[in-house]
């Protein structure tokens, strides 16, 4: 049995009291409730002190939206695994399309990046996802198993069986466009076929993969009832307390 995630990316959203204070609304509405999914929110950098203040202690867990490979050096900008871990991170994304395609981050930076994230003891939330041209010439497949294997080869088996796999189709992001939830699962499977080559049918069944694009209350419990599809990486409905609720108790 997969566990099951909904976790919201705020992106460059929300300082750090708009961040504080949407994170006690989420907490608000988790109060006596036991959501079936684990629930991760993932500020910006500045406002994750003020959002793990808040939701320590509590079953909200928290993740970086990045790091840096490096423990600690002359790198003006960036921010080590080791600095969220200290700060209460259970999480942090690696290769979120945001960062490829607006950074230019390739897959020998993303490589390094997850590994650091590990040997320090984060999960990293692995982004894949084709671009809008790649799925209508039929080679998102083949771009999001390029993706997988240029990163997740090599990794030791604890270390896949840390990681968890986000799908986050790039022509969905932001956009108001899902994928259908048929769509979204054919992909998942796709990943876990990829996972199983790499390594064993095993940690390929038991590999989290979340699924991201415009995910809202409309449509999360038609995503979520794919049983591929573990949970959902959501963008702008986490930004406010009631959709990314309608998201973590979706209603059919
Ligand atoms: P939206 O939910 O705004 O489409 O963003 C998805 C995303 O990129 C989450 O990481």
Known sequence: MRRSIVAGNWKMHKDHTEGAGLAREILAGLEGTEPASEVVLIPPFTTLPAVTDVTRGSIVKTGGQDLYYEDEGAFTGEISAR?????????????????????????????????????????????????????????????????????????????????????????????????????????????????????????????????????????AAELMAEEEIDGVLVGGASLTASTFLGIIFPSP
């Open 83 to 219: 600095m969220l871990k200290s700060l209460g991170c259970t999480y942090v994304l690696v290769g979120h399309s945001e960062r490829r395609h607006i950074l230019g981050e390739r897959g020998d930076l993303l490589a390094k990046k997850l590994r650091a994230a590990l040997k320090a003891g984060l999960v990293p939330i692995f982004c894949v996802g084709e671009v809008l041209e790649q799925r209508e010439a039929g080679d998102a497949a083949a771009v999001v198993a390029a993706q997988i294997q240029e990163v997740l080869a090599g990794l030791s088996r604890d270390e896949i069986a840390t990681t968890v796999v986000a799908y986050e189709p790039v022509w969905a992001i932001g956009t108001g466009r899902t994928a259908t939830p048929q769509d979204a699962a054919e992909m998942h499977s796709g990943i876990r076929t990829v996972l199983e080559d790499l390594f064993t049918p095993e940690l390929a069944e038991s590999t989290v993969i979340l699924y991201g694009g415009s995910v809202k209350p409309g449509n």
